[in-house]
């Protein structure tokens, strides 16, 4: 099985501020999902990133897939109480699906 | 939404006794995947199936067993159930492996007591 570490586990902030977490892993990723996941609800898909180096942005969310197809990043800018969730990345390389075990970020007002 | 069901959405149950969780999809997708969450230890893969009739083991498939005798159809079963199985579980499905969305029901919260 791949694994797939994120960091930090968990990261409380107050509105406004930026933050970044990471997905690594020592397996090359033929590509690399970020999901997120609210409270009570199954995760869902924001971005796959596919190409070494590729730097997907949607809104204040920017996620960069590494030159070697081994790690991942998620930026949020001016994050804000709606961001707060689990954000899980998933590795794609197999029928194994492998999950990282994820980022549980918290938004204060 | 992807059409993906998931029943019971709660149970409780005893140790020892027998369990199935079913997974329904609307959408056609070849591939569906069982999924434990535990605080900690994230998603962790129980089985999966790349058709009617085929399935695989994940990373923790001791004491679970699986179905599919359709393609919309995914059952998890716990035959004996364990305290240490009171978790929540998601279904998910996709078209294909690799860069394919996974689109996931909303889990069932089981309780071994």
């Known amino acids: 099985t791949q694994l797939l570490e994120q960091s930090p586990q968990f990261l409380s902030i107050q509105e406004g501020e930026n933050l970044t977490v990471y997905c690594n892993s020592s397996?090359?990723?033929?590509?690399l999902q970020w999901y997120r996941q609210e409270p009570g609800e199954g995760p869902v898909l924001l971005v796959t990133?596919?190409?070494?180096?590729e730097v997907k942005k949607l809104k204040r969310l920017t996620f960069q897939f590494g030159d070697a197809r081994k790690d991942s990043s998620l930026h949020i800018t001016a994050a804000q109480p709606g961001d707060t969730g689990l954000y899980l990345c998933?590795?794609?390389?197999?029928?194994?699906?492998?999950f990282g075990k994820g980022t549980k970020l918290s938004v204060i007002p | 939404d992807a059409g993906i069901t998931q029943s019971p959405r709660h149970k409780v149950t005893e140790t020892g006794t027998p369990v199935t969780l079913r997974c329904h999809q609307t959408?056609?997708?070849?591939?569906m995947y069982w999924y434990r969450q535990d605080p900690g230890h994230g998603l962790r893969l129980i089985h999966y199936?790349?058709?009617?009739?085929?399935?695989d083991k994940g990373e923790v498939s001791d004491g679970y067993s699986v179905s599919r005798s359709k393609t919309e159809d995914f059952l998890l079963t716990l035959e004996s159930a364990t305290s240490s199985q009171t978790s929540v579980y998601f279904c998910?499905?996709?078209?294909?492996?690799?860069?394919?969305?996974?689109?996931f029901g909303q889990g069932t919260r089981l309780t071994v007591v």
């Open positions: 998910a499905i996709s078209g294909a492996t690799g860069n394919t969305e996974a689109f």
């Open positions: 397996s090359v990723f033929s590509s």
């Open positions: 990133v596919v190409t070494g180096g």
């Open positions: 998933r590795g794609a390389g197999s029928y194994q699906l492998t």
């Open positions: 959408e056609n997708h070849r591939y």
């Open positions: 199936s790349y058709g009617v009739k085929d399935t």
